[in-house]
């Protein structure tokens, strides 16, 4: 079982940045940030392979930056330009299913997942 921990949450005003980090026990192929709002269903943010193929939500796309590092197996999620609908709790999630050596964002294929850090946005 592949073990997820989450780093790096907390609040900032609108137009801050945050960094989150997410340590894995053991390899998977792809690595995704999710997350999830309240009465909001779990939403794919980014999602990263060890090639560095990369996915991005829309809504993330120029403010967000997804990165990982192999050989520690740390996965993380720079966020710039924050905004008050970035309010969620966010999980850092593994899996070893690819299409095309691509991640995707779709979270029924990822099989590991933290317990979630929260980022709260305020205006």
């Known amino acids: 079982q592949v073990q997820l921990v989450e780093s790096g949450g907390g609040s900032v005003q609108t137009g801050g940045s945050l960094r989150l980090s997410c340590v894995a026990s053991?390899?998977?192929?792809?690595m995704a940030w999710f997350r999830q709002a309240p009465g909001k269903e779990r939403e794919g943010v980014a999602a990263i392979s060890r090639s560095e193929y990369t996915d991005y939500t829309d809504s993330v796309k120029g403010r967000f930056s997804i990165s990982v590092v192999n050989a520690n197996n740390t996965l993380s999620l720079h966020m710039n330009n924050l905004k008050p609908e970035d309010t969620a709790m966010y999980y850092c999630?593994?899996?070893?299913?690819?299409?095309?050596?691509?991640?995707?964002?779709?979270?029924?294929?990822?099989?590991?997942w933290g317990q979630g850090t929260q980022v709260t946005v305020s205006s």
């Open positions: 053991t390899y998977t192929y792809c």
């Open positions: 999630a593994g899996t070893g299913v690819a299409y095309g050596g691509r991640c995707h964002l779709g979270s029924s294929i990822y099989q590991h």
